[in-house]
């Protein structure tokens, strides 16, 4: 069955829910496979897959591209794409229009958009459009240089509330499920209670109403430092690698291609090959 919105709050209280991001379409087939209930097309991809140093250069056009193909690779796995930097920031019209171009030209079948209460008028003008909208708090990375790097948030009694009080107001405004990210395990459990929409933690603790990963840190596909909270649970990187070599390997000894993989001529016309001109 195909996993939707609808699916997706009703899982809450019931079933943690696993979600993961994905960028293409090849990977996206095989997380589908493996029972993914969502797949998020986050901006991560500009520092994954476009190697920036953070998300804040990618775009519109970047997403949709991206979006489109995970969505023909996910048959039952829920689509949510990330709005990128500026996409939101500077009216509800362009916002909805953004994220319009998300679900016709991208396929996405939600949204996801960072920040709290300063956003909730995005966000109602977005489910007024029918347009299904994922809220993300804590360490939101589009605002890294306001955060002054990528840190915990909620540390503080002031922040806490301010992290509840932006969430009820996300939902209230229309959200259907909230992203936590990098907030202390029992505040976002605190959050999660508090909440009749489905929350989703990284860095949040097992609180919350299920998980997210960026795929290539949780299979060694990332070569650099990892977050505290992640987890591999895999060597897919080790793994490619030992085949790149393998095949460079075969490659400069002449091992490959060997008689095996390749294509025969019709019999008898080996020797009409000195023939041609």
């Known amino acids: 069955m195909k996993n939707t919105i609808v699916t997706f709050r009703e899982a809450k209280g019931q079933e943690k829910l696993v979600m993961l991001t994905a960028y293409d379409y090849s990977t996206a087939r095989v997380m589908d496979m493996a029972g993914v209930d969502a797949l998020l097309v986050g901006d991560s991809l500009g520092m994954v897959m476009l190697g920036y140093p953070d998300t804040l250069s990618v775009t519109v056009d970047d997403m949709v591209r991206h979006c489109a193909a995970v969505a023909r690779g996910a048959q039952k796995a829920l689509v949510v794409c990330d709005m990128p930097f500026m996409s939101y920031h500077v009216s509800v019209e362009e916002t909805v229009r953004n994220a319009g171009r998300l679900m016709t030209e991208g396929r996405a079948q939600a949204v996801k958009l960072e920040g709290g209460a300063e956003f909730a008028a995005e966000v109602r003008a977005l489910t007024r459009a029918s347009i299904p ?24 009694m002031a922040a806490a509330q301010k992290l509840l009080d932006d969430a ?110």
């Open 168 to 277: 009820r107001t996300l939902q209230e405004a229309g959200a259907f499920a909230l992203v936590l990210e990098c907030v202390p395990a029992p505040l976002a459990e605190r959050v999660t209670q508090a909440l009749s929409i489905p929350v989703i933690g990284i860095g949040a603790g097992a609180g919350c109403d299920g998980q997210v990963l960026v795929w290539q840190d949780m299979t060694g596909m990332t070569l650099s430092h990892l977050p505290r909270f992640v987890k591999r649970f895999g060597e897919v990187g080790a793994s490619l690698r030992s085949a790149v070599e393998a095949y460079a390997r075969e490659v400069r000894a002449g091992a490959f291609p060997g008689e095996d993989h390749g294509y025969p001529l019709p019999e008898g016309m080996e020797k009409t090959l000195k023939k041609l001109k």
């Open 133 to 156: 909208v994922m809220g993300h708090l804590g360490l939101t990375p589009q605002s890294v240089n306001a955060f002054g790097g990528f840190k915990v948030q909620g540390k503080s």
